[in-house]
């Protein structure tokens, strides 16, 4: 079993002992995915899913299929016939309605059979299942569990990726990679001048600021000062600072894998650390992670910010960076996968840096954990 399967299994059973793992490994396709379900997930930015035809994508290693019914609504479908199993996503629209081109059932946008050639009757449990779907600024969201229990309330506020008043470009990034080995990415900014040096970096004493980690409900709060620091090489392209900045990055980083952030930097002196942000360079980051299967990943970005949203070349310029960032983070994680699955048997060392990381994999393992616990209730 590939390390970083391990880690997620770890999270429910405890440590694989290294003189089983290739017991286990062999034993992998008995076992369930270790995916929650009852959470709301990002499917996609609200362009992808078109006006006609349909979109599929695979989310926690189910197939959905996603199309706008005649008055612009979303439906999100399981993308596999009940009959056969074909994916609908290959099928044809009619209406409101999707067609199977293997054996010609119908199925209406509720996931009922309504039409099936030579069949007088159609049995009632003839259907597919469908999903919540919600469309709130700019993301598609999903609930993947229990419909009963999608409460839209509970839907992150990423208000941004629309506001009048700020400006972002949409992102999306396709990882072969274990989603969790990118929330670790993501829950310690260390990494950020040894992996970006020439974008969202800046210089190495940032890495020595040891940061406030708080937990919050379904997941942490991480604030991180660097006071009297370099400008990193992104804000520099956009905006002139002449001598040194005080930084921030203050996120929230929830279930199932959210990242919600104010970032930014004004100039050293100016009270930014009490709140007063004197010609400051302010972000609002949205990003996503939804696990496609226990290996590959869905990630979606955005990086809104409230200066110079006149002018599209900053934006441009500011996504830029965020891009090549991010194929940066994509490349060592990848490389960091690769080397874990060369031995399955390996322990992760943990450091007094991974606080974040240890806290919002407990709030992982206390969900699944309770959904464990419903499921073997019924």
Known sequence: MPATRIACKQCVHGNVRPESARRAQSERSKEPRMFIKNTWYVAGWDKEIPAEGMFSRTIIGVPVVMYRKEDGSIVALEDRCCHRGAPLSVGRREGDCIRCMYHGLKFDSAGRCIEAPAQERIAPQAKVRKFPIVEQHRWVWIWMGDPENADPSLIPDTQWLDHPEWRSLDGYIHYDVNYLLIC?????????PF????????SEDYAAV??????????VRITRWAINTEAPAFAKAVKDYPGKVDRWNIYNFTIPAILLMDSGMSPTGTGAPAGVRVDAAEFRGCQAITPETENSTHYFFAHPHNFAIDK???????HQSVVTAFDEDREIISAQQRSLELEPSFKMMPFSIDAALSQFRWAVNQKLEEEAAASARR
């Open 184 to 192: 670790d990415n993501l829950l310690d900014f260390s990494h950020l």
């Open 210 to 219: 040891r940061p406030k980690v708080e937990r919050i409900d379904g997941g």
């Open 312 to 318: 599209p070349e900053v934006t441009a310029s500011i």
């Open 195 to 202: 992996v970006h040096p020439t974008t969202l970096g800046g």
